[in-house]
Nanobody, 125 residues
Framework: QVQLVESGGGSVQSGGSLTLSCARS????????MGWFRQAPGKEREAVAS????????LYADSVKDRFRISRDNANDVLYLQMNNLQPDESAMYYC??????????????????WGPGAQVTVSA
């Protein structure tokens, strides 16, 4: 059984940076899509970024393009999300998730079969 565990959440001031990590363990299949989602209080969970496990093909939400970067360390089975210039409205619980492989890494919430417990990110003004 695959397990995902996020780390690296915390508090930062507006304009600051944080890097989240997601460690994957268990019976892992290398050919997967992996991604990050976030959910703020009272709002629906939204996709932030996703990447194919076998190639550097990434997809970002328009709101985070040029500020966030998703990357992976296949040797250690870790997924990262580097977040720059964070804004207060990006305070949310950030989740790592994985789903079936597709040529285009458009990972939707409904397609994910494994989720981490989440990491809280709080951005103060």
């Amino acid at each position: 059984q695959v397990q995902l565990v996020e780390s690296g959440g915390g508090s930062v001031q507006s304009g600051g940076s944080l890097t989240l990590s997601c460690a994957r363990s268990g019976n892992t299949n290398r050919l997967r899509l992996m991604g990050w989602f976030r959910q703020a209080p009272g709002k629906e969970r939204e996709a932030v970024a996703s990447v194919r496990s076998d190639a550097d093909i990434r997809l970002y939400a328009d709101s985070v393009k040029d500020r966030f970067r998703i990357s992976r360390d296949n040797a250690n089975d870790v997924l990262y999300l580097q977040m720059n210039n964070l804004q207060p409205d990006e305070s949310a619980m950030y989740y790592c998730a994985t789903g079936p492989w597709r040529a285009q890494p458009n990972l939707r919430e409904s397609q994910c079969d494994t989720w981490g417990p989440g990491a809280q990110v709080t951005v103060s003004a």
